[in-house]
């Protein structure tokens, strides 16, 4: 199950950007902050991130998420 939040979470690792038009998770753990990279910031700033529980790339799959191909390198897309 995925929870919005609305500051950067101190205590998780996965963050998922809920935009219908991208639905992507990110490792906070190796986050890009390159100027086109993850972006985490922007995210939250428009209110699409939302965190998991548990907090694992297996539930961010769960909930169709792909993954970020900045951050974590697997992306389906």
Known sequence: M????????ADKRF???????RMEV????NEDTSPIACQIDEIIRAR???VFN????Q???TERYDYCYYCI???TR
């Open 2 to 9: 995925c929870t919005p939040v609305h500051t950067r979470p």
């Open 15 to 21: 963050l998922g950007n809920n935009n219908p038009s």
């Open 26 to 29: 990110h490792d906070l753990q």
């Open 48 to 50: 699409h991130a939302v």
């Open 54 to 57: 548990p907090d694992t790339l």
């Open 59 to 61: 539930q961010a799959y």
């Open 73 to 75: 390198r697997a992306s």
